[in-house]
C-alpha cells in the first residue's frame, strides 16, 4: 500500500517566496531520504516553494476568483510531500517518525487510493484515461 | 493484534536486517544473528507494551541483541569463535564480542545489509531455500508468511529456513561481498532469486490474493534495495524496470469474472502509469550503464515496447523482434523462441510464424518444455489466421489437455468456441 506524508512546516504558510531550507537542515532532511530510498521504500518526493509564491484559485456559484498567497486566513501550509510503498499503515508511521524534523512541525500521513479501491462503476469512469504523457 | 504490538511488528519491518547484518558482521553466522535478533524482538514485546516504544528501536533492539549474545557465550551455545580464541578464556571473548556488538551498532553498514542478500542468496542453497531465507531475513516476513505465500505448511516452510542455515554454518560460507567474476555469478543468483519472488506473487493464480500482491511488492522493494546497494550493476535496474513494466499491468490482466485477458485484449486505461514511469526510469538507467544487451535490460525493453503502444495494433513488432533475436543469442531457451515466433508472425505473417515456432519446438525437444501448453496454443493461434481451421482446432485441443491451469483451460476453450 502507498501512502502519502505531507509536510507542514511551522510557520510556513506566512514564510517568503524565496526562503530557503539552511544547509543543516537540508543536509539532515537528505541523509533521511537516503535512509527511506536505501529500505526500498521511497517512490516520490517533492518540496513545495512557500504559499506566497502560490496561488488559491476559488470556485463559487459558477465564479472563479485567483488569490495571489499569501493568504491571511490560512493556519498551516504544506512544504512538500513523500509517497512510500509500505506493507502496514504502522510501518508508514514508523517511517515519518522518524523524520528530521523541526519544534511544532506536523506530518500528515494518508492512504493512496489504489484503483482497485474502488467500486466498479466508479472504476468505470476511468476507462480512457491514459496519461501518456509520462511515455515521452 | 494490539496498537502496540502493530507498532512493534512496525519497527521489526524496518529494522531487523540491518539488526540482523551487524550482529552477522560479528558472529559470521547468518543463523546465529538471526536467532540474536529474534531474542531481542522478544524481549522488545516483553517490554515495549509497558515502557512504550524506545526513541530509537533500532538501538534499543541492538543492545538487547547484545546482552543475548554475551549470555549466549556464558552458556555455551554459541560457538563462533576460532579456537586459539577459545584458549584466551572466556571472560575475554566476552568483552571482545560486546566491544564489537557495539561498533557494529554504531555503524551498521550498508555492505553488511549487502553481504547479508549475497549469503542468503548463496548458491549452496537449493533454490527454493534462498528464496525463503531472502524473504525471512531481508523481508521481514514471518515463516507463516512465507509458508501463506507459497501455499506449502508452516512447519515446512520452518525446516526449510533452518536447512537453509545449517547447509551456509556447514559450508563455512562467509559472510562476504564476493569479487570479480564471483561477483557476477553471485548478482545473478540474487536478482534469480529477486525475480522468482516477483513471479510467484505475478503469475500464481491460485492462493491468498493478498499474500501474493504482497510478494511482487516486495521483490520491488528488494530490486529498488538493489538498486541503491550496487548502483553500478545495470542488471539490476534492469530488473527493477522489467518487474515495474509487468507489474503495472496487473490490474488489467483479468476480467469481470477472474478470467486471464491477455495483452492484446486489455483495457490499456488500466494499467499503472506511475508504475510505467519509474519501469521506463530505471530501463535507462541500465542502458545509461551501458547494459542495454543484457537478458533482463532486453525483456524490460520488449515490456517497454508493449506499454509505448498507445493500442495493440500500434504495437512496434518490427523492434520486439530484434530484442527477442538478441535475447535467443544470449539465451538460448524454447521460451524466448516461442515468444519470437509470436512476434515474427506479427511481423512477416503467420507461416512465418510457423517456421519460427518449428525451429523453438526443435530447440525445446524432448525436454519438460515439449509438454508446454504455450506450444500448441500459439500454433492454434497461427494457424487460425492461415485459415487452417480444424488444424487450429486441433492444436487448441492439445493445448487444453496440457495445461492445468483452470483459467488459462477457460481462455483457451473460449478460443475454441470462435472457431466453431
Known amino acids: ?136 | 493484534m494490539s496498537d502496540v504490538a502493530k507498532t512493534i511488528e512496525a519497527v521489526w519491518k524496518i529494522e531487523s536486517t540491518r539488526l540482523i547484518a551487524a550482529i552477522a558482521r560479528v558472529t559470521h553466522d547468518i543463523g546465529i544473528a538471526e536467532e540474536l535478533a529474534q531474542d531481542a524482538l522478544v524481549t522488545a514485546l516483553e517490554a515495549w507494551p509497558d515502557e512504550g516504544i524506545p526513541d530509537n528501536p533500532g538501538a534499543w533492539l541492538m543492545k538487547a541483541a547484545k546482552r543475548r549474545a554475551i549470555d549466549s557465550l556464558r552458556r555455551g551455545r554459541m560457538l563462533v569463535q576460532k579456537h586459539e580464541e577459545i584458549a584466551r578464556g572466556l571472560e575475554w571473548q566476552q568483552q571482545r564480542l560486546g566491544d564489537a556488538l557495539e561498533r557494529s551498532l554504531d555503524q551498521v553498514i550498508d555492505d553488511d545489509v549487502l553481504r547479508l542478500i549475497f549469503t542468503a542468496c548463496h548458491p549452496v542453497l537449493a533454490v527454493e531455500g534462498r528464496i525463503a531465507l531472502t524473504l525471512r531475513l531481508i523481508g521481514a516476513l514471518t515463516t507463516a508468511e512465507i509458508a501463506r505465500a507459497f501455499l506449502v505448511p508452516e512447519k515446512t516452510l520452518g525446516q526449510r529456513i533452518s536447512r537453509a542455515k545449517k547447509t551456509l554454518s556447514e559450508a563455512h560460507v562467509p559472510f562476504e561481498t564476493p569479487s570479480g567474476d564471483e561477483l557476477r555469478r553471485r548478482v545473478e543468483s540474487v536478482l534469480m532469486v529477486v525475480y522468482l519472488i516477483f513471479n510467484e506473487g505475478y503469475t500464481a493464480t491460485s492462493g491468498d490474493e493478498w499474500m501474493r500482491a504482497a510478494l511482487s511488492e516486495e521483490a520491488l522493494r528488494l530490486g529498488r534495495m538493489l538498486g541503491q546497494l550496487l548502483p553500478g550493476e545495470s542488471e539490476v535496474h534492469a530488473l527493477v524496470a522489467l518487474m515495474e513494466l509487468q507489474a503495472s499491468r496487473n490490474a488489467a490482466r483479468r476480467g469481470k469474472n477472474g478470467e486471464a485477458v491477455l495483452l492484446p485484449d486489455q483495457d490499456r486505461s488500466l494499467w499503472d502509469y506511475a508504475r510505467i514511469q519509474r519501469g521506463m526510469t530505471a530501463l535507462e538507467q541500465a542502458q545509461r550503464l551501458g547494459g542495454g544487451a543484457k537478458p533482463y535490460a532486453l525483456q524490460a525493453a520488449i515490456a517497454a515496447c508493449h506499454m509505448r503502444a498507445r493500442t495493440a495494433e500500434e504495437t512496434d513488432w518490427d523492434r520486439i523482434v530484434l530484442l527477442y533475436d538478441a535475447l535467443l543469442q544470449i539465451n538460448p531457451s524454447p521460451i524466448v523462441a516461442l515468444n519470437r515466433a509470436v512476434a515474427i508472425g506479427m511481423v512477416q505473417g503467420p507461416a512465418a510464424g510457423l517456421d519460427a515456432l518449428d525451429a523453438a519446438a526443435t530447440l525445446a525437444g524432448d525436454s519438460a518444455l515439449a509438454g508446454y501448453h504455450l506450444f500448441p496454443s500459439v500454433r492454434g493461434d497461427l494457424l487460425m489466421k492461415m485459415g487452417r481451421l480444424s488444424e487450429a482446432r486441433e492444436e487448441i485441443q492439445r493445448a487444453i489437455a496440457m495445461t492445468k491451469n483452470l483459467r488459462e483451460q477457460e481462455l483457451l476453450a473460449n478460443r475454441l468456441k470462435q472457431l466453431e
Not at chain 1, 521511497?42 to 495571489?68: E, F, H, N, Q
Not at chain 1, 499503515?89 to 479501491?117: G, L, T, Y
Open chain 1, 1 to 136: 500500500m502507498r501512502f502519502i506524508m505531507i509536510l507542514i512546516p511551522k510557520g510556513y504558510e506566512s514564510a517568503a517566496p524565496d526562503a530557503l531550507p539552511s544547509a543543516e537542515a537540508a543536509a539532515k532532511m537528505m541523509e533521511y531520504n537516503v535512509s527511506l530510498q536505501k529500505a526500498g521504500v521511497l517512490l516520490a518526493l517533492d518540496g513545495l516553494l512557500p504559499p506566497s509564491a502560490g496561488a488559491r484559485i476559488s470556485y463559487c456559484d459558477g465564479k472563479v476568483t485567483v488569490t495571489d498567497g499569501p493568504f491571511a486566513e490560512a493556519k498551516e501550509a504544506v512544504g512538500g510531500y513523500w509517497i512510500i510503498q509500505v506493507r502496514s499503515r504502522e510501518e508508514a508511521i514508523e517511517w515519518f517518525k522518524r523524520a528530521p524534523m523541526s519544534n511544532n512541525d506536523i506530518i500528515e500521513v494518508r492512504q493512496i487510493f489504489e484503483m482497485a479501491d474502488f467500486p466498479e462503476d466508479v472504476q468505470k469512469t476511468a476507462e480512457g484515461f491514459e496519461h501518456r504523457n509520462v511515455l515521452a
